[in-house]
């Protein structure tokens, strides 16, 4: 999944409205993007107004992910 949303996001909703495979959902604190559903259009890249998404090769992604996992446990 290349494309992530950063925590810099503000929850605008300019993502959501753009993304044609309703990948994006607005979150309490940020906006999420649903890798199962996302087409890696990089459409919500280019819509965001503060570049808070962010593209990430799918090693970078798996070790964002491990570290989540280490900080939450
Ligand atoms: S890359 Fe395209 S399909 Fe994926 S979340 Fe962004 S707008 Fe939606
Ligand atoms: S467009 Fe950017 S700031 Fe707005 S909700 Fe999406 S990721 Fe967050």
Known sequence: ??????????NCGACVVGCESDAITEGELQSHIDPTLCIEC??????C???AI???D???YE?????QK???S
Do not use: R, W
């Not at 999944?1 to 503000?10: A, H, L, R, S, Y």
């Not at 990089?42 to 819509?47: D, F, I, Q, V």
């Open 49 to 51: 107004p503060i570049s």
């Open 58 to 60: 799918d090693a970078e």
């Open 42 to 47: 990089g459409t919500c890249e280019l819509n």
């Open 63 to 67: 070790q964002m992910i491990a570290t």
């Open 1 to 10: 999944m290349p494309f992530v949303v950063t925590v810099e996001c503000i």
């Open 54 to 56: 962010i593209y990430v």
């Open 70 to 72: 280490k900080v939450q």
